[in-house]
């Protein structure tokens, strides 16, 4: 199960996500995750559990490659961050295209 550390879940976006989920699937990028902490998507994750679906998935690992961006040194520059508040230092590396297009906040 992954953990959520963005926000609280407002039950009223899950719905309304789970009503999208049911009538036209999978819309937008995939959910952000690095190990077991979601980085991106906690109330599409909160949907998918309820629907009992599977969630569009993509590790911090990939997004930085997609990026060009090396995931590996950046990891090692920033500490080799372990929690999810540390992980934001991690953000700063990532193109603005990027964040917009994954919904990276921090």
């Known amino acids: 199960?992954?953990?959520?550390?963005?926000?609280?879940?407002?039950?009223?976006?899950?719905?309304?996500?789970?009503?999208?989920?049911?009538?036209?699937?999978?819309?937008?990028?995939?959910?952000?995750?690095?190990?077991?902490?979601?980085?991106?998507?906690?109330?599409?994750?909160?949907?998918?559990?309820a629907l009992d679906t599977e969630p569009e998935i993509i590790t911090l690992e990939e997004v930085f490659e997609e990026d060009g961006v090396d995931f590996s040194a950046t990891h090692e520059e920033c500490g080799y961050p372990t929690s999810s508040e540390n992980y934001t230092d991690m953000f700063y590396y990532l193109s603005d295209e990027i964040i917009a297009k994954y919904g990276i906040q921090f």
């Open 1 to 49: 199960m992954y953990i959520s550390y963005q926000q609280d879940i407002d039950q009223d976006k899950v719905n309304e996500i789970m009503a999208s989920l049911e009538q036209n699937g999978w819309q937008g990028a995939p959910i952000v995750v690095w190990g077991d902490t979601l980085i991106t998507g906690n109330h599409r994750y909160a949907a998918c559990q």
